[in-house]
Every structure is written in C-alpha cells, then in structure tokens.
T-cell receptor, first 112, second 116 residues
Framework: QKEVEQDPGPLSVPEGAIVSLNCTYSNSAFQYFMWYRQYSRKGPELLMYTYSSGNKEDGRFTAQVDKSSKYISLFIRDSQPSDSATYLCAMSRSGGSYIPTFGRGTSLIVHP | GAVVSQHPSWVICKSGTSVKIECRSLDFQATTMFWYRQFPKQSLMLMATSNEGSKATYEQGVEKDKFLINHASLTLSTLTVTSAHPEDSSFYIC????????????FGSGTRLTVV
C-alpha cells in the first residue's frame, strides 16, 4: 500500500460544477497537508496548505483534512475551464524532515 | 511570494552527452533544494536532496554518479545528467522551501529532457 493514494482520473465536469478531489493516506504522522496544481509541462504550483485537521478556504478553493479518517479533500466551486490541470495532494510529517510525500495526481477537465 | 527559477525549460541532447539543469531561488535563500523526476501521468519522484556546501543526499535507487548535484550557494543548485541515455528522458523539477510559507514548497517550472 502506498503512503498516499490518489485517483488519477481523469475527472471531467461541466463549467460551473463543484469539483471534489480526494486523497487518502496511511501514515498517521502526517501533520501538514498541501494541494498543488500542475499544468501540462509545468512545475506544480502550491494552492493550499493546512496544518492538522480542519477546513481552510481561499476564494473558490476549500481544503478539508480529516485526520481521524486519514482523508483530505479539495473542493473547487464554480469550476472554470482554466482549472483544467492535474491536482496533486502532498503531505509531510511534523518536526524533522518536511519533505512532502506526493499523491500521483488527479487529472481534472472542465469543459465549457 | 517565493519564486524558483529553473533552466532550461527543455533540452534535447545526444546519447552519451551530459546535460546541466539549473535551479535558482530568486527572492529567498535556500539551504536545501530538492530534485524530482516525473514520468507522464505519474507522481513526483524525489531523486535527491541538495544541501548547500555539502554533499547531496540521494534516494534509494538513484545513481549519484549519473545524477551529479552541486549546491554551491544559497540560491543555486545544479543537476547534471552525465552520459545521458534515452531512458533518462523525463521531466525534471526542482523545489525549495521558503520558511516564510510554512511547509509549502515552491517548484521550478521543470525541465523536459529528451535524449536521442
């Protein structure tokens, strides 16, 4: 079992839809949780980062962390074609090394 | 925000030659930088941790003599793919952590290497 599991998709939705992207993990030591967006042939761009459990909102994006279930989510409201990209979750341990462990990414397609 | 510049963005080289990729932190100092490799539709695979002024730390299975890393200053790390072969063709990405952003890492734009 991989430390971080993420469905690669693709996930195809119509413009304006609410998108839900998810990751599960097995290591209870993870404390920091991140979501990155990666366009084709580009480096990942940090979208959201959260510490421990809870919700965090930034514009159309909401990140949720449920440590009891080892499950994290990223919600995108009013999705746009420009949101079409691969979304990678990442997480790291507290203290010591902060090197994140990445999921394989979910390909999102928002069609007009 | 933190910016990491990576060059070149793409390179084509002949088999047997060496290629150098540069990674610079533009507005912050990075004592540690990271080099990743990414295959199509796959996640980022950490290759090595680049430490300023000391030897890099390589992940298991990564040939340190093939992938030479130099971190000579607080803002520059280089990855040299030596004696490149077609199987080295991939997308290489560097990243660094700006402590002001908590645990979030900033990535370079990546380098697509094609060995022919």
């Amino acid at each position: 079992q991989k430390e971080v599991e993420q469905d690669p998709g693709p996930l195809s939705v119509p413009e304006g839809a609410i998108v839900s992207l998810n990751c599960t993990y097995s290591n209870s030591a993870f404390q920091y949780f991140m979501w990155y967006r990666q366009y084709s042939r580009k480096g990942p761009e940090l979208l959201m980062y959260t510490y421990s459990s809870g919700n965090k909102e930034d514009g159309r994006f909401t990140a949720q962390v449920d440590k009891s279930s080892k499950y994290i989510s990223l919600f995108i409201r009013d999705s746009q074609p420009s949101d079409s990209a691969t979304y990678l979750c990442a997480m790291s341990r507290s203290g010591g090394s902060y090197i994140p462990t990445f999921g394989r990414g979910t390909s999102l397609i928002v069609h007009p | 925000g933190a910016v990491v510049s990576q060059h070149p963005s793409w390179v084509i080289c002949k088999s047997g030659t060496s290629v150098k990729i540069e990674c610079r932190s533009l507005d912050f100092q990075a004592t540690t930088m990271f080099w990743y490799r990414q295959f199509p539709k796959q996640s980022l695979m950490l290759m090595a941790t680049s430490n300023e002024g000391s030897k890099a730390t390589y992940e298991q299975g990564v040939e340190k003599d093939k992938f030479l890393i130099n971190h000579a200053s607080l803002t520059l790390s280089t990855l040299t793919v030596t004696s490149a072969h077609p199987e080295d063709s991939s997308f290489y990405i560097c990243s660094a952590r700006d402590s002001g952003l908590g645990s979030g890492y900033t990535f370079g734009s990546g380098t697509r290497l094609t060995v022919v």
